[in-house]
């Protein structure tokens, strides 16, 4: 068996980064993820890397696009405030099609807001953000092994599709410990790169950009980067399920809800209480069909969540016409605790308020 | 026949969008010029920033990357660092250096980002139709200074050059001009210069050219070159503002 050591979810996640074959890192301080630059200045020297503790935000993720354009794995991570400000970034990043890691643990908001865990940036992870047409991939660990595993997958998705891919955590996953296996489960998949900008030598000049000035450029540019979204959508979908055979109620939760929403679970089901969790792993691709297969059936949703119900409409969107969606949250470092999860389940299989 | 002037390998023969009299053209012969007698172009990677520079890949056959309005020396910062063997260059315009992109100048240059920036002021935003630029001269008329810049509520054309001088990690900052022959020649010799410094690791590497923007000045393209002369000289001086001579900063 390999073995498993004691970890912090922010430090699986750097590990993972440096595993993965990223040798970039370019960050600016914000709580609640300090742990992972502080690692990463240490570690990532020893492996050949470069750490520039950058002079914002906006600087990080341009470091990033610059080491990315060259062809190499590169990442950053902030919260909530930085993430803001790195939108520009990675709309550019999407525009010209480079792929990018960008990690998220999560901090309340809006503005300054608290360092609690919460989930409130789902909308600008999962719907934009940024300016323009264009998707993130958006990954969402619930443990601190899947904060090692999704890191490494998130820098193959990144450059399987040429495409900025964001880590989102509530500070909850990023700063709690467990036994984590620190090794890749399978060796790390590193695509060909035959667009980088290593100078024109041998070939012709390559070019990365984003501006299209010409008659219906940038709308054959958008239906293009379209057609690439839809194939991320069939193709990438990761979800966790259980208990749904018998289920008559789903839960549909991401992230530290997904963990209480379990043991939620396992308190209704000792009181003959039929539950089943629905846990999207990739909230773009959302679990569109899973969603929908198992809501024709069961017909009653309740979405829990650590903001104000941000994933309630793309649940709503992939839900059976005919399931009943409740909805259960907590902002702003608020916690849904156990016992309120079980009180929610108990009142949406009683048919209470939507 | 012996051709005694020519097209430099390093500019392709697109016609280029810049207006009839603008001294962008001339900024970019000069660096075609100097790629072709340095030898680089192979290994060379620009990145123009957003404005009037922007289509910088259409006229240089070289890799280039098109980097957000201001953010072009924090892009070439990771693509140096990703690939040190390369020369990495950025061409900015002053609403792109002296405006939104302060913040990315300074720092790569105080971190001493072994990468050359070439810097053109015009005094205006020029893709944008003529709005007030930081360099903006006092008493100059632009489309969002209609009455003039004033001091009192625009404050003071930014001297990039001088500015940047101060910092530790420069290797060379100069600002020449490109109004005239022998103007443009002295451009030549300190673009050549720039790049050597990034050749030699000296560190940052920063060409300030005065340039005109005789469409938005709304000037003639020959008035245009004597107000560099008689107005923009005076308040932008030129000349080396430093320039290291050994690697002295280790």
């Given at each position: 068996m390999t073995e498993k050591k004691l970890t912090k979810g922010n430090i699986a996640l750097a590990e993972g980064a440096i595993q993965a074959g990223c040798r970039f890192y370019f960050g600016y301080p914000i709580t609640p993820q300090n742990d992972i630059p502080e690692y990463l200045a240490r570690n990532l020297p020893k492996n050949g890397g470069t750490f520039i503790p950058a002079e914002s935000e906006i600087a990080s993720i341009n470091m990033v696009m610059g080491a990315s354009a060259s062809g190499k794995r590169a990442m950053t991570s902030s919260s909530g405030p930085g993430i803001s400000l790195m939108q520009e970034g990675i709309s550019y990043l999407a525009g010209s099609e480079m792929p990018a890691v960008i990690v998220n643990i999560m901090r309340c908001?809006?503005?300054?807001?608290?360092?609690?865990?919460?989930?409130?940036d789902y909308n600008q992870a999962v719907h934009g953000?940024?300016?323009?047409d264009y998707r993130n991939i958006v990954l969402a660990p619930g443990s601190v092994q899947e904060m090692f595993d999704l890191t490494i997958r998130a820098f193959e998705l990144a450059d399987k599709y040429r495409n900025p891919t964001m880590i989102i955590a509530d500070a909850m996953i990023g700063q709690f410990q467990e036994p984590c296996?620190?090794?890749?489960?399978?060796p790390v998949e590193f695509p060909e790169k035959?667009?980088?900008?290593?100078?024109?030598k041998g070939r012709s000049p390559r070019l990365l950009k984003s501006l299209y000035l010409g008659d219906y450029e940038q709308e054959e540019h958008n239906l293009f980067l379209k057609k690439k979204y839809d194939e991320i959508q069939e193709n990438e979908v990761m979800v966790e399920m259980q208990n749904?055979?018998?289920?008559?109620l789903i839960i549909v939760a991401f992230g530290t809800p997904a963990r209480v929403a379990k043991t939620a679970i396992s308190l209704a089901r000792a009181e003959g209480l039929k539950v089943g969790l629905i846990r999207p792993i990739t909230l773009f691709p959302f679990p569109v069909k899973q969603v929908f297969e198992h809501s024709a059936r069961v017909k009653n949703i309740l979405v829990v969540e650590?903001?104000?119900?941000?994933m309630v409409r793309d649940v709503r969107i992939a839900a059976h016409k005919d399931a009943a969606i409740h909805f259960y949250g907590r902002p702003g470092g608020g916690f849904p605790f156990p016992d309120d999860v079980l009180g929610e389940i108990k009142k949406a299989l009683a048919g209470g308020a939507r | 026949m012996n051709a005694i002037f020519k097209r430099p390998d390093n500019l392709t023969d697109a016609a280029t969008h810049?207006?009839?009299?603008?001294t962008h053209g001339i900024a970019h012969r000069l660096i075609a010029e100097a790629m072709d007698e340095l030898g680089i172009a192979d290994r060379t990677i620009g990145i123009p920033g957003v404005g009037?520079?922007?289509?910088?890949y259409r006229y240089f056959p070289i890799d280039a990357l098109e980097a957000p309005h201001g953010r072009a020396p924090a892009c070439a910062t990771g693509m140096k660092r990703a690939q040190p063997d390369r020369i990495i260059f950025a061409y900015q315009g002053d609403g792109d250096m002296?405006?939104?992109?302060t913040s990315e100048i300074i720092h790569a240059a105080n971190r001493g980002e072994n990468i050359t920036v070439f810097f053109i002021n015009?005094?205006?935003?020029?893709?944008?139709?003529?709005q007030m630029a930081?360099?903006?001269?006092?008493g100059q008329q632009t489309t969002t200074s209609p009455f003039g810049r004033d001091f009192k509520s625009e404050g003071y054309p930014i001297k990039m050059a001088e500015m940047l001088a101060?910092?530790?990690?420069?290797?060379y900052s100069t600002r020449v001009s490109l109004h005239s022959p022998k103007h443009v020649n002295q451009a030549k010799k300190a673009i050549r210069k720039a790049f050597e410094m990034q050749i030699n690791e000296m560190g940052f590497s920063v060409v300030e050219m005065l340039s005109t923007c005789n469409t938005n000045w709304r000037v003639s393209p020959l008035e245009a070159l004597t107000m560099i002369e008689r107005e923009m000289i005076p308040y932008f001086p030129l000349g080396v503002f430093k320039e290291r001579t050994g690697k002295d900063f280790l």
């Amino acid at each position: 068996m390999t073995e498993k050591k004691l970890t912090k979810g922010n430090i699986a996640l750097a590990e993972g980064a440096i595993q993965a074959g990223c040798r970039f890192y370019f960050g600016y301080p914000i709580t609640p993820q300090n742990d992972i630059p502080e690692y990463l200045a240490r570690n990532l020297p020893k492996n050949g890397g470069t750490f520039i503790p950058a002079e914002s935000e906006i600087a990080s993720i341009n470091m990033v696009m610059g080491a990315s354009a060259s062809g190499k794995r590169a990442m950053t991570s902030s919260s909530g405030p930085g993430i803001s400000l790195m939108q520009e970034g990675i709309s550019y990043l999407a525009g010209s099609e480079m792929p990018a890691v960008i990690v998220n643990i999560m901090r309340c908001g809006p503005g300054l807001g608290g360092i609690a865990p919460t989930q409130g940036d789902y909308n600008q992870a999962v719907h934009g953000g940024g300016h323009g047409d264009y998707r993130n991939i958006v990954l969402a660990p619930g443990s601190v092994q899947e904060m090692f595993d999704l890191t490494i997958r998130a820098f193959e998705l990144a450059d399987k599709y040429r495409n900025p891919t964001m880590i989102i955590a509530d500070a909850m996953i990023g700063q709690f410990q467990e036994p984590c296996r620190l090794t890749p489960e399978k060796p790390v998949e590193f695509p060909e790169k035959p667009w980088a900008l290593t100078g024109r030598k041998g070939r012709s000049p390559r070019l990365l950009k984003s501006l299209y000035l010409g008659d219906y450029e940038q709308e054959e540019h958008n239906l293009f980067l379209k057609k690439k979204y839809d194939e991320i959508q069939e193709n990438e979908v990761m979800v966790e399920m259980q208990n749904l055979d018998d289920a008559e109620l789903i839960i549909v939760a991401f992230g530290t809800p997904a963990r209480v929403a379990k043991t939620a679970i396992s308190l209704a089901r000792a009181e003959g209480l039929k539950v089943g969790l629905i846990r999207p792993i990739t909230l773009f691709p959302f679990p569109v069909k899973q969603v929908f297969e198992h809501s024709a059936r069961v017909k009653n949703i309740l979405v829990v969540e650590m903001n104000t119900g941000q994933m309630v409409r793309d649940v709503r969107i992939a839900a059976h016409k005919d399931a009943a969606i409740h909805f259960y949250g907590r902002p702003g470092g608020g916690f849904p605790f156990p016992d309120d999860v079980l009180g929610e389940i108990k009142k949406a299989l009683a048919g209470g308020a939507r | 026949m012996n051709a005694i002037f020519k097209r430099p390998d390093n500019l392709t023969d697109a016609a280029t969008h810049f207006c009839p009299g603008c001294t962008h053209g001339i900024a970019h012969r000069l660096i075609a010029e100097a790629m072709d007698e340095l030898g680089i172009a192979d290994r060379t990677i620009g990145i123009p920033g957003v404005g009037c520079c922007v289509f910088l890949y259409r006229y240089f056959p070289i890799d280039a990357l098109e980097a957000p309005h201001g953010r072009a020396p924090a892009c070439a910062t990771g693509m140096k660092r990703a690939q040190p063997d390369r020369i990495i260059f950025a061409y900015q315009g002053d609403g792109d250096m002296a405006a939104i992109g302060t913040s990315e100048i300074i720092h790569a240059a105080n971190r001493g980002e072994n990468i050359t920036v070439f810097f053109i002021n015009n005094s205006v935003y020029g893709m944008t139709g003529g709005q007030m630029a930081p360099t903006t001269l006092l008493g100059q008329q632009t489309t969002t200074s209609p009455f003039g810049r004033d001091f009192k509520s625009e404050g003071y054309p930014i001297k990039m050059a001088e500015m940047l001088a101060t910092l530790e990690g420069v290797a060379y900052s100069t600002r020449v001009s490109l109004h005239s022959p022998k103007h443009v020649n002295q451009a030549k010799k300190a673009i050549r210069k720039a790049f050597e410094m990034q050749i030699n690791e000296m560190g940052f590497s920063v060409v300030e050219m005065l340039s005109t923007c005789n469409t938005n000045w709304r000037v003639s393209p020959l008035e245009a070159l004597t107000m560099i002369e008689r107005e923009m000289i005076p308040y932008f001086p030129l000349g080396v503002f430093k320039e290291r001579t050994g690697k002295d900063f280790l």
